[in-house]
C-alpha cells in the first residue's frame, strides 16, 4: 500500500496558517479496521482519525491497491468533534481482500505541515486483518467431478421463429425482383443491364467538360499561365487521342501539327489549334506572359477545335423523314 504525497499544498498552507497562533501539540493519529476478520472477497472499512488544531494542516493519503487489498471507495472526511481550537476528523477507506490469511496493512500515516514542517505522522500500532475463506467437511460432503455435457433432442420450435423471418424476406426479396424485372421489360431493358458499366462518354464531351472546369479555377487571373496554357494543351492532347487515334500525349507541338495534317479539319481550327500550341510553348519555355485578351482567346480557340471538329450525328433519310411526317399526319387526322 504506498501513499502519494502532495507537499507543495500542504507547504503552502502551513505558511498561511504559520501567521495566525498554533498550538503546539502535535495532532494525534489514530486508526483501525472496521471488521477486523472478514471472508475472502468480502469489503471492509479501514478509518483513520485525527485529533488536532485549526490552525494545523493534515491531509490524508490516497491508498493503492496491491495483490492482497483492493482499493473500492474513498469516503469524504467527517468532523466528529469540534470543541474550542480542536477538530477530530475522521477518513474512511472501503477497501476489499482476495488473499486468505493474515494481512499486515502496516501503520497508516497521515501527512502534516505546520509552519516549516512537513512530515508524516503514523498511527501507534499496525493494523491485522484476518482474511478467512469457506471451509469444506470433507467427511460429510462428497465432493463430485465435472458433469458431462448433456445433449438434449432437437425441438423444431426452437428455430420457428428464424424460419419464418427468413421465408417473409424471401418472398419480399422474390417480389420486389419481379416487380423490377417488369418495370424494366417495359422499358425494353433487362436486369443484367443494371450491372453493366456504363458507356464511356465521347471525347468531345470529356473535353468540354474538363475546359470548364479549367475556366473555374481562374489560373491565368491569379498569374498561374503555365498551369493554365499546360492544362489547355493537355485537354487537346487527350482529345485528339480519343477522337483520332494519335499518340498526341507524347508528341511535341510540331509533330502534332504534322499528325492532324493529313486529317480533314476545317481550316480555320487548323490554324487555332497551331496558334494555341505556338502559344502554349512560348508561356511554358520561354516565360511569356500574355495579355487577358490573348488568354481568353486561347481557351475559344480549344474550346472550338472541339466544338467543330466533333462527330457529326447521323441525321435520318429522307424516306423515313417522309414516313415519320406521313405517320404523325394519319395520327394527328384520327
Do not use: C
Not at 94 to 119: C, H, S, W
Not at 126 to 152: A, F, H, N, P
Not at 169 to 194: C, M, P, Q, V
Not at 288 to 295: G, H, K, L, M
Amino acid at each position: 500500500m504506498k501513499i502519494k504525497r502532495v507537499v507543495l499544498p500542504l507547504v503552502s498552507a502551513a505558511l498561511f496558517s504559520g501567521l495566525a497562533e498554533a498550538a503546539a501539540q502535535t495532532p494525534k493519529i489514530e486508526a483501525r479496521v472496521v471488521p477486523d476478520s472478514i471472508g475472502i472477497g468480502d469489503t471492509f472499512t479501514l478509518e483513520i482519525d485525527v485529533e488536532r488544531d485549526q490552525v494545523q494542516v493534515t491531509d490524508f493519503p490516497l491508498f493503492e491497491g496491491n495483490d492482497k487489498i483492493e482499493m473500492v471507495a474513498s469516503l469524504p472526511v467527517d468532523t466528529l468533534e469540534r470543541e474550542g481550537r480542536r477538530l477530530k476528523l475522521r477518513k474512511r477507506y472501503t477497501m476489499q481482500a482476495f488473499t486468505e490469511g493474515r494481512i499486515n496493512m502496516g501503520r497508516p500515516g497521515v501527512l502534516y505541515a505546520d509552519k516549516n514542517i512537513v512530515d508524516t505522522l503514523y498511527a501507534p500500532d499496525s493494523l491485522l486483518l484476518e482474511v478467512g475463506t469457506y471451509q469444506i467437511d470433507t467427511t460429510k460432503q462428497t465432493i463430485y467431478d465435472l458433469k458431462g455435457q448433456r445433449t438434449l433432442p432437437f425441438r423444431p420450435e426452437e428455430i420457428a421463429g428464424y424460419t419464418f423471418a427468413i421465408l417473409f424476406l424471401l418472398l419480399n426479396l422474390a417480389a420486389l425482383f419481379f416487380a423490377l424485372r417488369y418495370r424494366l421489360a417495359k422499358r425494353g431493358r433487362r436486369i443484367s443491364d443494371l450491372f453493366k458499366p456504363a458507356p464511356p462518354e465521347p471525347p468531345h464531351v470529356e473535353a468540354i467538360r474538363a475546359l470548364e472546369a479549367l475556366s473555374n479555377q481562374k489560373l491565368w487571373q491569379n498569374n498561374r499561365h503555365k498551369q493554365y496554357y499546360s492544362g489547355l494543351t493537355d485537354i487537346l492532347r487527350r482529345y485528339l487521342a480519343a477522337r483520332y487515334g494519335i499518340g498526341a500525349m507524347e508528341m511535341t507541338s510540331d509533330e502534332i501539327l504534322d499528325a492532324v495534317r493529313p486529317l480533314d479539319l476545317p481550316q480555320k481550327s487548323a490554324m487555332e489549334l497551331a496558334q494555341l500550341l505556338r502559344e502554349a510553348d512560348l508561356v511554358k519555355f520561354a516565360k511569356a506572359t500574355p495579355e487577358a485578351t490573348r488568354n481568353i482567346e486561347a481557351y475559344q480557340w480549344a474550346y472550338y477545335f472541339v466544338e467543330e471538329t466533333k462527330p457529326v450525328e447521323e441525321q435520318p433519310a429522307p424516306e423515313a423523314e417522309e414516313a415519320l411526317g406521313v405517320k404523325t399526319k394519319e395520327e394527328n387526322h384520327a
